[in-house]
């Protein structure tokens, strides 16, 4: 049964986040104590967020955003995974572009109160699709602000390093509206199919005209 309780994944991680930030008062690393604190409350933010706009949220959606903060705030931030491999941002491009276009399908779909005859597949997957794409391209646009206002080297190698990033959000894009697709056609693509399902279980009331199978 799907549920809007965090996973036992999603403990495991705040845990680690709680022992790290101690570990550094103690050892007076207060930098690694704001990282952690800081992905800490960010780790809690979607199930606020969640209870303020009366939408549930399954295991899977809570232990992957969960995942995420800790890969990209913590790891990424307190650990310099982004320098230590270089293979890093490509994955949580790929990974976060995927989600929001999970996301984004939903979204559309919840527009049709989960009506899946009236809802046309394709064009849902591609409006799923260009949500994830904008998304992607907002964050584009936030690090060359950073860069150019404060200094900063978020963009790396500059038009390359936005290009490619922008390449890996399309291909998390694509996966993600192709398994909103598949689940408009009755289909499941592994993981992310059950996932969508687990959302719309959860949501019924937003979902008001979905039928079984």
């Excluded at 080297?153 to 909103?180: E, F, H, R, W």
């Amino acid at each position: 049964m799907p549920t809007d309780r965090p996973a036992i994944v999603a403990k495991v991680l705040q845990g680690a986040l709680v022992v790290s930030a101690l570990a550094g008062a103690f050892v007076g690393l207060w930098s690694l104590v704001f990282v952690a604190l800081a992905a800490l409350a960010l780790t809690y933010l979607p199930h606020y967020v969640a209870h303020l706009t009366g939408v549930r949220l399954p295991r899977s959606f809570l232990s992957a955003i969960v995942f995420f903060i800790f890969a990209t705030v913590f790891l990424g931030e307190a650990f310099d995974f982004y320098e230590r491999y270089w293979w890093w941002d490509i994955a949580l491009h790929f990974g976060s572009a995927v989600s929001f276009g999970m996301f984004g399908f939903l979204f559309i779909f919840m527009l049709f109160e989960g009506d899946r005859y009236a809802a046309p597949p394709l064009a849902i997957a591609f409006l799923s699709f260009c949500v994830a794409m904008s998304v992607g391209a907002i964050w584009e646009i936030f690090e060359f602000a950073m860069d150019q206002i404060f200094g900063l080297n978020m963009q790396k190698s500059g038009l390359i390093d936005t290009m490619y990033d922008l390449i890996v959000d399309m291909a998390g894009a694509t996966l993600g509206a192709t398994a909103g697709f598949l689940y408009l056609k009755g289909q499941q693509m592994g993981g992310l199919g059950g996932a969508l399902e687990d959302f719309v279980r959860l949501n019924k009331r937003l979902f008001a005209k979905i039928r079984d199978r």
